[in-house]
Structure formats: structure tokens, C-alpha cells
């Protein structure tokens, strides 16, 4: 489970802090959203989460375990970046390959194992001799979530995964990261400007702007 108690960032005291008074909590096996306008705050909350960037106030906890005292082991978070980390030049299993011996323990033979795996659960295995440069944007998110999957993680964070896609690949996509959450038990948390296929997910957070008067 995470636990989101009370979170704030504030870059200064003469500014409106960009995150305040956030308090959620997820269950295993869950996917939830996280909407609302442009601006809002949604990557940030992310980044927050993943420990890319420190919050100011409040406290964050997953397993029952505080972040500010215990890292979270880098196998069991994934974190899913708005904009592709793929490498054009090299081919769908390269990426992979490259990716899970960057961030994690194995013989040859274990990492291709690994890599068979993420491959048949993304859905990328006929796509696996085909270099990323040609690949759809749909077919490029799936790589990019499959990067991420190659160390099993228990948290999986995607940032704007469907974003620009069209209605089909935006489907699949929604679709794979709900069977990821319920088939692995996985927490798998989405920021998304998309209103389609809110009935999919089983959460929904909407952050919203701080008004301030003069």
C-alpha cells in the first residue's frame, strides 16, 4: 500500500507551493488515475512519489515503511517518463536487454528469460527484431513500460503514457496497464489528461490549482 499523508512542496515562502495538503492512499492490485488541468501539478506529484524530486512537508510510505527513512529498493519502483528513454538504433529486445542488465543482477541466460517474459506480457514479442526508430507511438509506449517492467516492479508510475495516442493504441494501453495491476498485484498509478475509459481504472485523484487573493 502507498500512503500519501499530507504532502507539500514549496519552492519558496513568497510563492503558492506547487503541491499542498495531498492525502491518498493505494491498495495492491490497483490502478488509479491522477487527472486534472494543465499546470496542476500531476508529474510533480509523480516525480514526488518516485523520489525524483524531495516534497517539503508531509510524509510518504509504502509497505508500511517511511520513505524518508527507507529508500525504496530500485527493483520495486517503476517510473515511466512522459517522453520516450528508448534507444531508436537499437531493436525492441535490445532496449529491453540493455535496460535490465542496467538495473538488476543475472546471468545471460536470466536476463533473456526476463526479456522473453516482458516481451509476451507487453505484447511486443513479434515486434522484438524491429529497431524503436520505426516504431508506432503506441508500439513505443508498450517498450517504454516494458523497460520498467524488466526488474518486476510492485509500484509502476506512468507519466502521460497515453498522451497523443490514438483511440485504438490508447485503449490497448489502458488496457495493459489495468491487466499489469491485476494480474501481478502490482499498484500502477497513471497521470493522464484523458477523460476516455475512466470505468477502467479503480481510483481516480483530481489535483486542482491553490486560488489565492490578494
Same mark, same amino acid.
Given at each position: 500500500?502507498?500512503?500519501?499523508?499530507?504532502?507539500e512542496l514549496?519552492?519558496?515562502? /513568497?510563492?503558492? =507551493?506547487?503541491?499542498?495538503? *495531498? @492525502?491518498?492512499?493505494?491498495?495492491?492490485?490497483?490502478?488509479?488515475?491522477?487527472?486534472?488541468?494543465?499546470?496542476?501539478?500531476?508529474?510533480?506529484?509523480?516525480?514526488?512519489?518516485?523520489?525524483?524530486?524531495?516534497?517539503?512537508?508531509?510524509?510518504?510510505?509504502?509497505?508500511?515503511?517511511?520513505? /524518508?527513512?527507507?529508500?525504496?529498493?530500485?527493483?520495486?519502483?517503476?517510473?515511466? =517518463? !512522459?517522453?520516450?528513454?528508448? !534507444? =531508436?538504433?537499437?531493436?525492441?529486445?535490445?532496449?529491453?536487454?540493455?535496460s535490465?542488465?542496467?538495473?538488476?543482477?543475472? @546471468?545471460? @541466460?536470466?536476463?533473456?528469460? *526476463?526479456?522473453? %517474459?516482458?516481451?509476451?506480457e507487453?505484447?511486443?514479442?513479434?515486434?522484438?527484431?524491429?529497431?524503436?526508430?520505426?516504431?508506432?507511438?503506441?508500439?513505443?509506449?508498450?517498450?517504454? &513500460?516494458?523497460?520498467?517492467?524488466?526488474?518486476? =516492479?510492485?509500484?509502476?508510475?506512468?507519466?502521460?503514457?497515453?498522451?497523443g495516442?490514438?483511440?485504438?493504441? /490508447?485503449? %490497448?494501453?489502458?488496457?495493459?496497464?489495468?491487466?499489469?495491476?491485476?494480474?501481478?498485484?502490482?499498484?500502477? &498509478?497513471?497521470?493522464?489528461?484523458?477523460?476516455?475509459?475512466? %470505468?477502467?481504472?479503480?481510483?481516480?485523484?483530481?489535483?486542482?490549482?491553490?486560488?489565492?487573493?490578494?
Amino acid at each position: 500500500m502507498l500512503v500519501l499523508d499530507y504532502i507539500e512542496l514549496s519552492l519558496n515562502a /513568497e510563492q503558492p =507551493p506547487l503541491l499542498s495538503g *495531498i @492525502s491518498a492512499w493505494y491498495p495492491a492490485s490497483h490502478l488509479g488515475a491522477i487527472i486534472g488541468p494543465s499546470g496542476c501539478g500531476k508529474s510533480t506529484l509523480l516525480k514526488v512519489i518516485a523520489g525524483i524530486i524531495p516534497h517539503t512537508s508531509g510524509s510518504i510510505s509504502w509497505q508500511g515503511k517511511n520513505l /524518508e527513512e527507507t529508500d525504496l529498493p530500485p527493483h520495486e519502483l517503476g517510473y515511466v =517518463p !512522459q517522453f520516450s528513454c528508448t !534507444q =531508436p538504433l537499437l531493436t525492441v529486445r535490445e532496449n529491453l536487454i540493455y535496460s535490465a542488465r542496467l538495473r538488476r543482477k543475472g @546471468s545471460v @541466460s536470466e536476463i533473456s528469460e *526476463i526479456v522473453d %517474459e516482458v516481451q509476451e506480457e507487453t505484447g511486443l514479442t513479434e515486434l522484438q527484431d524491429r529497431r524503436a526508430g520505426v516504431l508506432s507511438g503506441g508500439q513505443l509506449r508498450r517498450l517504454a &513500460l516494458a523497460m520498467e517492467l524488466t526488474t518486476q =516492479p510492485s509500484l509502476l508510475l506512468a507519466d502521460e503514457v497515453t498522451s497523443g495516442l490514438d483511440p485504438k493504441s /490508447e485503449e %490497448e494501453i489502458t488496457a495493459l496497464l489495468a491487466s499489469l495491476a491485476q494480474d501481478h498485484g502490482r499498484l500502477v &498509478l497513471l497521470v493522464t489528461h484523458s477523460m476516455r475509459f475512466l %470505468e477502467t481504472y479503480d481510483s481516480i485523484t483530481v489535483l486542482s490549482y491553490i486560488v489565492t487573493g490578494k
